[in-house]
């Protein structure tokens, strides 16, 4: 059974194991001076969406229910706004419109995770 409960373990483990290479890719596309262009605006919001949603929903799984995920959800929010901010170091500029589809992202994200955690499990 996929949410069997020695199944939640796994998921925790591996949300914790791939959010630093996640965080690490993200950070790369952030911060490349030459990004691969995008063939339209939207393009680029949608990739925003997805990097945070996937960041938000990897840390969320490996943080759990059991402490405040709204510290987790401000986290990565936070992030990328960190990294829209440094992104005038590097010759490309911050836009308020890709911090707010990170911030979508990042709550989207959270949201589907906790939705997950939330699923009651048997007990064996």
Same mark, same amino acid.
């Given at each position: 059974?996929?949410?069997?409960?020695?199944?939640?373990? *796994?998921? +925790?483990?591996?949300?914790?194991?791939?959010?630093?290479?996640?965080?690490?890719?993200?950070?790369?596309?952030?911060?490349?001076?030459?990004?691969?262009?995008?063939?339209?605006?939207?393009?680029?919001?949608?990739?925003?969406?997805?990097?945070?949603?996937?960041?938000?929903?990897?840390?969320?799984?490996?943080?759990?229910?059991? +402490?405040?995920?709204?510290? %987790?959800?401000?986290? %990565?929010?936070?992030?990328?706004?960190?990294?829209?901010?440094?992104?005038?170091?590097?010759?490309?500029?911050?836009? *308020?419109?890709?911090?707010?589809?990170?911030?979508?992202?990042?709550?989207?994200?959270?949201?589907?995770?906790?939705?997950?955690?939330?699923?009651?499990? +048997?007990?064996?």
């Amino acid at each position: 059974m996929l949410f069997h409960g020695k199944f939640l373990p *796994w998921v +925790r483990r591996a949300g914790l194991w791939l959010f630093v290479p996640a965080l690490a890719v993200v950070a790369w596309g952030e911060l490349t001076p030459h990004p691969p262009e995008v063939a339209t605006h939207f393009w680029d919001k949608s990739e925003h969406f997805t990097a945070y949603f996937g960041l938000a929903l990897l840390a969320t799984l490996a943080w759990g229910l059991r +402490r405040s995920v709204v510290l %987790v959800l401000l986290g %990565v929010i936070l992030l990328g706004g960190s990294l829209e901010i440094l992104q005038s170091l590097t010759g490309r500029d911050a836009e *308020w419109l890709d911090e707010l589809a990170n911030s979508l992202g990042a709550v989207t994200g959270t949201a589907l995770a906790c939705a997950y955690l939330a699923i009651p499990r +048997r007990r064996d």
